[in-house]
């Protein structure tokens, strides 16, 4: 081999992680680094698992306290002090009321972008796509949690100012804490990487969040199971719970324990009739407010996504959100401060609420609108805790009137401030705003209704409150079940609705942000879209050697999903090793790609795939000098492998005859990140997830036919 070789392999070794982690990451994804060793469930999920919820379940109330309930009682009201005690000049309270979140806002951003640019936000859909077998370290690392941990804590003191919530980055947080202790325990036992044992404790760490948030651990096992993955194991289930159960214990406890309560109790209390909660026609109006909320959510999601994609688009926004965040932030806390100043706009949107007396006066179940059909309560010159929805009445507006008003409003200025690049969760706002949705149409059937609708000869009056309850999370919140049955059919309701028309709200997150993450196949979208444009697209798509007249045949196979097959979208473009490759060409092909791993063929005319073979450790091998080696002999790569370089077994590979719909619940099922390709034994290509990805939207959106 001559000089230049080696020193083409030697530079490569010295520059081969930084490229081959910067191409695995953008093309196909390392393999998940695993920080769990191969040990028993009980040492591995039961003793390690207990102290990391311990931990977790004991820093998340106190950040609850340092992030959520600290800034409710100290930050919040030191910002409605300022606000009261300024004097009456109406520019001295308005510059009050706006300075105060816009400093904090600004400081939010500012400071968690300086120490990582990945603390913005929720930080779910990134943990989605780390769940789905996508490395993102950077999301994990301990400089993200310092950064998210001041941000929120910041972002929580504005209050309802900006309306945002603490979920997602309590989320994000918990798996952190996770993936830390997960490192610490490998390093100290010294066990090997084990990618599946790291997947089950961040699922867990994932109810845990949302568990020490509400004192829910039903819903966050759900949460865990609805949101964070795409297939749940049963497996599982049993220490998400245990884990979810274990930090709503503590986060409860430790109230107590602060004083804050005598006992245990729920977060949201309501005074709701036991014996008959509702009437049985009611049920249908539950539908109804389902169906309501399910096209309203869709109208949501679009507007957000588009809102979203127009930010990162836009010429302005994107140079300000590339350049100067916190300023992009003032802008953005500046106009929605100054719609919430109390004396404005404010007036007819409760502003001087907490979320959490927003929450408290919409459970009430006492009828608003026939409280103040004859009567007309003054404005409290502050808000009233025994009377909070003095806040909602307006002489002038109506009930109604301010509670259509803060829906509009309230839809459009979550959507904006969605988009500032600061930690913060999205569920508590949405939340919120179905509760109003919800409140809305019981104070309308009170009015419709004002003595109770008839059933059965006896009469019952309609409780407003019962409509503002969301889902299972309410009845956790409330510790109060017993509107289960219609609250539960108006969620089915409206997740069937929300479902066939549009993303999730995490998963347009991930569209808008391309984030490495499969989509859905939606089969009965796909099989009415399939026409003849998505077949021809999909035919030119790889298939380019093939005549016009062999692409024939494969028009009827493309109908849907089950019917796409590998060979129409895998990728034909293959660099094989042979083992009779001369040494000469192995470094060749090894100076010319930048691959991390590559297929080993049996010969070069055979092509019959027996293994991988990793670029680093050829790369190494081929640096080293086997005394084996002959002089004048010409080497091959068998040569190299005898040496010492590992070949590793392919124990799974796609046939191309495997359908579009079976590749892709391979890849969720196992997540994987790509698979070769082989007919009858011989390698012939691979899919990866950006192929898959792409057949995918070839479905869902055809390309015009040319």
């Known amino acids: 081999m001559g000089k230049q070789r080696l020193r083409d392999v030697e530079w490569l070794a010295k520059g081969h992680s930084a490229r081959e982690w910067q191409h695995w990451d ?10 769990w060793g191969s040990a028993t469930y009980w040492v591995a999920l039961g003793h390690p698992s207990l102290s990391l919820h311990f931990l977790a379940s004991k820093w998340a109330p106190e950040g609850c306290r340092a992030c959520g309930w600290l800034p ?34 600004s400081f939010s951003s500012g400071f968690s972008q300086s120490i990582t640019p990945f603390s913005g936000g929720s930080g779910i859909p990134e943990l989605k796509t780390i769940l789905s077998g996508v490395v993102l370290e950077d999301y994990l690392d301990i400089k993200n949690f310092g950064a998210k941990v001041v941000g929120l804590t910041c972002t929580l003191a504005t209050g309802s100012t900006i309306f945002l919530g603490k979920v997602g980055p309590f989320v994000h947080l918990s798996v952190m804490i996770a993936a830390y202790l997960g490192r610490m325990r490998t390093k100290a036992i010294g066990e090997s990487e084990n990618k599946s044992k790291q997947n089950e404790m961040l699922v867990a760490a994932a ?45 409860r406890l430790l109230a107590v324990f602060n004083s804050e309560q005598e006992t245990i109790t729920s977060l949201y209390k309501t005074s709701f009739r036991v014996d008959v909660p509702f009437d049985l026609p009611e049920i249908f109006f539950f539908v109804a407010l389902g169906a309501i909320c399910g096209i309203l959510s869709c109208a949501y999601l679009f507007c957000q996504r588009t809102f979203l994609s127009f930010v990162k688009t836009n010429r302005v926004l994107s140079k300000l959100l590339a350049t100067s965040k916190p300023l992009y932030s003032a802008l953005a806390a500046l106009v929605l401060a100054s719609i919430t100043y109390p004396p404005g706009v404010g007036r007819f949107m409760a502003s001087r609420l ?28 502050e808000p009233d805790p025994q009377n909070l929805w003095f806040e909602w009445y307006h002489p002038r507006f109506t009930i109604f009137g301010t509670l259509t ?73 409330t510790g109060q079940i017993v509107h289960a049955l219609p609250v539960l059919m108006a969620v089915l309701a409206a997740n069937a609705i929300a479902q066939s028309f549009q993303p999730s709200f995490y998963d347009g997150t991930i569209i808008v942000k391309k984030l490495p993450y499969l989509p859905w196949i939606r089969c009965r979208k796909i099989s009415s879209l399939c026409d003849l444009g998505g077949v021809l697209g999909l035919s030119v798509l790889l298939v380019i050697s093939r005549s016009p007249q062999q692409e024939d045949r494969y028009r009827p196979f493309v109908r849907s999903s089950h019917h796409v097959i ?16 001369p040494q000469e060409e192995v470094v060749k092909v090894v100076t010319a790609t ?55 077994p392919v124990t799974l590979k796609l046939s191309p005859e495997t359908s579009l719909h079976q590749a892709h619940n391979l890849f969720e099922l196992l997540k994987l990140q790509s698979l070769f390709v082989t007919s009858h034994g011989r390698a012939v290509g691979f899919v990866s997830w950006v192929e898959l990805k792409k057949a995918i939207s070839n479905l869902t959106n055809p390309p015009a036919p040319k």
Not at 223 to 237: A, L, P, T
Not at 364 to 376: F, K
Not at 430 to 443: C, D, N, P, S, V
């Open 26 to 35: 953008m093309i196909q994804g390392p393999t998940l680094a695993s920080s």
């Open 354 to 381: 907490s979320m959490r007396e927003h929450l408290d006066s919409l459970f009430d179940n006492n009828s608003w609108a026939l409280m103040t059909r004859n009567s007309s309560p003054p404005w409290p010159s």
């Open 72 to 105: 409710d009682s100290l930050l919040s009201p030191a910002h409605k002090w300022l606000y009261r005690e300024i004097g009456d000049s109406h520019l001295l309270r308005y510059l009050s009321w706006t300075v105060y979140p816009v400093a904090l806002v």
């Open 207 to 251: 109810a845990v969040g949302v568990a020490t948030v509400f004192a829910a651990p039903f819903s966050g096992v759900l949460f865990s199971i609805e949101v964070m993955s795409s297939h749940f194991s049963v497996w599982d289930y049993w220490r998400g719970f245990f884990a979810a159960t274990c930090g709503a214990f503590m986060f």
């Open 405 to 477: 008003f803060f829906l509009v409003m309230k839809f459009w200025m979550i959507i904006l401030a969605t988009t500032i690049p600061m930690p913060s969760g999205y569920f508590m706002p949405i939340f919120i705003f179905g509760a109003a949705i919800g409140r809305l149409i019981g104070e309308a059937l009170s009015v419709a209704f004002p003595e109770g609708i008839v059933a059965g000869g006896v009469t019952n009056p309609i409780m407003p409150g019962g409509y503002a309850l969301a889902a299972l999370l309410a009845f956790e919140l």
């Open 594 to 648: 930048d691959t991390a791993e590559y297929p080993l063929v049996e010969s070069t005319e055979s092509q019959i795939l027996v293994g991988t073979v990793q670029r680093a450790q050829l790369v190494q091998a081929l640096q080293a000098e086997p005394s084996s080696w002959v002089p004048g002999h010409q080497q091959c790569l068998q040569d190299i492998l005898a040496g010492g370089c590992p070949v590793e």
């Open 566 to 581: 590998v060979e129409h979208f895998m990728n034909r473009t293959i660099t094989t090793l042979a083992k009779d490759t």
